[in-house]
């Protein structure tokens, strides 16, 4: 069983699948830059991270740490959902949701 450490090191530094996502009414066509994609169901971890895109690494800390607690192996990709503009609100209140799937 890996330390959290060692999974966060494992995050920063191995090749991940790492997808962004907005949810959309309309059709989206596919080019070079944005691709349309269904997520497949899965079972996943989910954490709501509270402020500034740059430290999103501590939920992803707290969701290795809760997962080697309750003995989850996790896959080798992520999802995170913007929720919110940072146009909008401050960098405090930016809302980010950030999905592992569970192995």
């Given at each position: 069983s890996?330390s959290?450490?060692?999974?966060v090191?494992?995050?920063?530094?191995?090749?991940?699948?790492f997808?962004?996502?907005?949810?959309?009414?309309?059709?989206?066509?596919?080019?070079n830059?944005?691709?349309?994609?269904?997520?497949e169901?899965k079972?996943?971890?989910?954490?709501?991270?509270?402020?500034?895109?740059k430290?999103?690494?501590?939920?992803?800390?707290?969701?290795f740490?809760?997962?080697?607690?309750?003995?989850?192996?996790?896959?080798d990709?992520?999802?995170?959902?913007?929720l919110?503009?940072?146009i909008?609100?401050?960098e405090?209140?930016l809302e980010t949701i950030v999905l592992?799937?569970?192995?």
């Amino acid at each position: 069983s890996k330390s959290s450490i060692s999974k966060v090191i494992d995050m920063l530094f191995k090749k991940w699948h790492f997808f962004t996502g907005i949810v959309t009414t309309e059709k989206i066509v596919n080019n070079n830059d944005i691709q349309a994609k269904r997520i497949e169901k899965k079972k996943y971890i989910k954490s709501v991270h509270i402020g500034p895109y740059k430290d999103v690494e501590s939920t992803y800390r707290q969701i290795f740490e809760y997962s080697k607690e309750k003995n989850i192996n996790l896959d080798d990709e992520c999802l995170e959902f913007y929720l919110n503009d940072p146009i909008e609100v401050k960098e405090s209140e930016l809302e980010t949701i950030v999905l592992i799937p569970i192995k």
